[in-house]
């Protein structure tokens, strides 16, 4: 099975910048999507951005502009950087992958905004 292993989670001020990576233990091909989803306690979890296999990205509005979303094959990672956040935007943060009828998820790794 593929193992994702999310990384980069930590304490940030409200403004700040934080990137994620999310490294998969096998081959990442160009047809799988990938994205990352994010969940706030007592929330659903809900997308926050995502690399589709034809090539384009989507963003949760709430993110548009300050979220960026880049892959990169070789290396077996995806990768959100994450700017001007806001204390909203804490919530643990979920890497995902997609091959045709399989679903992969990471563990987590916990985004926290706070002065």
């Known amino acids: 099975q593929v193992q994702l292993v999310e990384s980069g989670g930590g304490l940030v001020q409200p403004g700040g910048s934080l990137r994620l990576s999310c490294a998969a233990s096998?081959?990442?091909?160009?047809?799988?999507?990938m994205g990352w989803y994010r969940q706030a306690p007592g929330k659903q979890r809900e997308l926050v951005a995502a690399?589709?296999?034809?090539?384009?990205?989507n963003y949760a509005d709430s993110v548009k502009g300050r979220f960026t979303i880049s892959r990169d094959n070789a290396k077996k990672t995806v990768a959100l950087q994450m700017n001007s956040l806001k204390p909203e935007d804490t919530a643990v943060y979920y890497c995902?992958?997609?091959?045709?009828?399989?679903?992969?998820w990471g563990q987590g790794t916990q985004v926290t905004v706070s002065s």
């Open positions: 995902n992958l997609k091959v045709l009828a399989k679903t992969y």
């Open positions: 096998e081959r990442i091909f160009s047809t799988n999507t």
């Open positions: 690399a589709t296999s034809g090539g384009s990205t």
